[in-house]
């Protein structure tokens, strides 16, 4: 148990980027903090850090430990935490990757009231829209919009994610309102490529369920959808969008339903962790209050029904 808690301090110095910053975390003096990194390299043989006079070097085994020692470490802090029935023990540090526009606009809001009530939880959020890897980025959780590619990982649904073609009333009276997939063809599509290449194939779905894939071109491709959602809101084409993402300009009036009829195939909004046999009580707090406000009624599908009102 003695080297556990040596292992956890040395994560904690990984995650806080100081050693008195991890043992302000861990409410223990710098001097007991560096005496016991150096026992755990005596009793390991190896040296973790590369210390100079103004910052510590994580060395290549410093990393292994890092990577094979987390796990364990941390499911002996779940199982100490799941022991524990009082909502107010969800406590330690949590780690959490997601879309930087979904972030901002619908997960951001609920940040503060989690923090209230889980005092003892310091959060940490990383907007981004690559996909990271949740293991070797130290990461207990991610948000992920789609289809989900790595089976390593336990997935939790939160919302569905219904989508949209959508352009702007000023671009549809230049250009014209299509009025089937292969209308399309004639139009300036605003695309969107990643870790997957570019989406210029659009998968579109009719009332009978039968999808339609069509070729699609344009003058303007992003990795970030929210330029291309600026590019519809400016006129410049039409584009796939996530409702969530597009909510608020489909009730103002400054984007449209294009094709209404042949939406893109509904997917999945989903919390996504590493497999653990126990999951930390903050990880599970932390989803249950995205499924609390997304699972059933999503606010961004009530902002379209009051924009129909």
């Not at 997960?107 to 939880?121: G, T």
Request: charged share 25%.
């Amino acid at each position: 148990m003695q080297h556990l808690d040596d292992i956890r301090l040395f994560l904690a110095v990984l995650d806080q980027g100081s050693i008195s910053a991890a043992a302000r975390s861990l409410d223990v003096s710098v001097a007991v903090a560096s005496q016991r990194l150096k026992r755990l390299e005596r009793a390991l043989g190896v040296r973790l850090f590369h210390r100079t006079t103004r910052r510590l070097h994580v060395t290549a085994e410093g990393e292994a430990l890092a990577e094979r020692g987390r796990g364990p470490v941390e499911e002996l802090e779940a199982l100490a935490s799941g022991l524990r029935h009082d909502a107010s023990e969800v406590a330690g540090n949590l780690r959490v990757t997601l879309s930087a526009s979904f972030g901002r606009q619908h997960v951001s809001p609920l940040l503060p009231a989690f923090l209230a009530r889980y005092p003892q939880v310091r959060l940490s959020v990383h907007l981004t829209d690559q996909v990271v890897d949740l293991v070797s980025e130290g990461f207990d959780l991610a948000i992920r919009i789609g289809a989900l590619q790595d089976s390593a990982l336990v997935a939790r649904s939160i919302a569905p994610n219904r989508r949209v073609l959508c352009a702007s009333p000023d671009y549809l009276r230049r250009r014209g309102q299509p009025r089937t997939p292969q209308d399309l063809a004639a139009h300036d599509c605003l695309q969107l490529f990643g870790s997957q290449g570019r989406q210029d194939s659009w998968q579109l779905l009719d009332a009978d369920g039968r999808s339609h894939s069509v070729r699609v071109h344009g003058r303007l491709e992003s990795n970030f959808g929210e330029l291309l959602r600026d590019a519809a809101v400016a006129g410049e084409g039409i584009a796939v969008h996530s409702v969530w993402h597009v909510a608020e300009d489909l009730r103002a009036g400054r984007l449209q339903v294009v094709l209404p009829d042949y939406p893109p195939a509904t997917t999945s909004i989903s919390a996504v962790m590493p497999q653990r046999r126990l999951v930390p009580p903050r990880v599970t707090a932390f989803v249950d209050m995205l499924v609390d406000a997304f699972a059933d009624d999503p606010p961004w599908e009530r902002t379209l029904q009051a924009g129909k009102r």
